[in-house]
Nanobody, 121 residues
Framework: QVQLVESGGGLVQPGGSLRLSCAAS????????MRWYRQAPGKQRELVAVSTSRNSTNYANSVKGRFTISRDNAKNSVYLQMNSLKPEDTAVYYCNADLRIGLGTRLDSYWGQGTQVTVSS
């Protein structure tokens, strides 16, 4: 059984910063891509940032220059440093990982339960 657990969400004023963490646990052989998504009320879930196993990253245009994704492969963890936060960043943030639970097994996608980020004065 694989679990992804996010933490670090909360209430922050506009212009402030938050750091989200996501730790994967359970039977894990290898983690390939790790992503952060977000979903605001009444909107579709959108991709925020991507980190590959080769340490390449990609970002949504709306967060480029403000958010930074990083990962610690030894801890099966991914982070999202969010700076210069805006009210429109308010959403539930979800961690997603494509991983294998054993040698030669298929690549499966797992999701965390989400963590709320609210940007408001």
């Amino acid at each position: 059984q694989v679990q992804l657990v996010e933490s670090g969400g909360g209430l922050v004023q506009p212009g402030g910063s938050l750091r989200l963490s996501c730790a994967a646990s359970g039977t894990i052989f290898s983690i390939h891509i790790m992503r952060w998504y977000r979903q605001a009320p009444g909107k579709q879930r959108e991709l925020v940032a991507v980190s590959t196993s080769r340490n390449s990253t990609n970002y949504a245009n709306s967060v480029k220059g403000r958010f930074t994704i990083s990962r610690d492969n030894a801890k099966n963890s991914v982070y999202l440093q969010m700076n210069s936060l805006k009210p429109e960043d308010t959403a539930v943030y979800y961690c997603n990982a494509d991983l294998r639970i054993g040698l030669g097994t298929r690549l499966d996608s797992y999701w965390g339960q989400g963590t709320q980020v609210t940007v408001s004065s």
